[in-house]
């Protein structure tokens, strides 16, 4: 089971998370809106692998064990993420121990570099939480973690439906070009499939493609 991981998300078709990269920090001086002392978020503005880390088995994983269900536990769990330097390597030591406690096995899976884009994040949750954010119009950090979070919850079943359709699209489209970058997704009409009822829930792959794949990759 792969779940995808990127900026602070993690998402599947029935688990999804957020964690905003701040912390909270005492003010060192009064001013007219607070006085000194009073705690105010900051924004992490450099994260590293120790960030990253803290975050995978603090948050992710707590995130992911609480929701879980009973009858999956003892399947195994990939946690997806790109190869950007502040990720940690999928063999951590800390993550993996972390990973492997209350009987779960939870591992990191890095996507290839330079791989066709199969991140469902990028495919359009992101500009789908975006669209919804933008219309909030915040003017301070707490303000705008508010208005993500509050987007994130917001986003319809019914989007993340057309979402994960188009990451389908996406793998038979790459599968007709043996893998490669210069892939053209179709036009499918999600909206009015979705007003008429009949939006499928998941795509058919010719079976000559899956055979063309395979002996494409056994080459």
């Not at 036009?187 to 499928?200: A, D």
Request: charged share 25%.
């Amino acid at each position: 089971m792969y779940i995808l991981m990127k900026n602070g998300f993690i998402c599947h078709e029935k688990l999804k998370g957020i964690f905003p990269f701040t912390f909270k920090e005492p003010a060192k001086r009064s001013s007219k809106n607070r006085v000194a002392g009073t705690l105010e978020t900051k924004a992490i503005t450099q994260v590293t692998k120790d960030v990253s880390r803290s975050y995978l088995i603090h948050k992710v994983l707590p995130a992911i064990k609480a929701k879980w269900p009973i009858s999956g536990v003892r399947e195994t769990i990939f946690i997806q993420q790109d190869n950007a330097k502040p990720h940690i390597h999928s063999l951590d030591v800390d993550f993996l121990e972390a990973g492997r406690e209350d009987g779960f096995d939870i591992r990191l899976a890095c996507q290839p570099p330079q791989s066709p884009d199969m991140n469902v994040l990028d495919l359009g949750f992101f500009r789908a939480i975006q669209s919804l954010q933008h219309q909030e119009a915040p003017a301070t950090i707490d303000e705008l973690v508010y208005a993500v979070e509050k987007s994130f919850e917001e986003l319809s079943p019914e989007s993340l439906d057309c979402v994960f359709l188009t990451l389908q699209a996406c793998m038979i489209e790459v599968m007709k070009v043996n893998g490669g970058n210069n892939k053209k997704l179709p036009h499918m009409n999600k909206s009015q499939l979705t007003r008429c009822g009949v939006l499928p829930s998941q795509l058919q792959c010719e079976r000559e493609i899956v055979e063309k794949t395979v002996a494409y990759l056994q080459q």
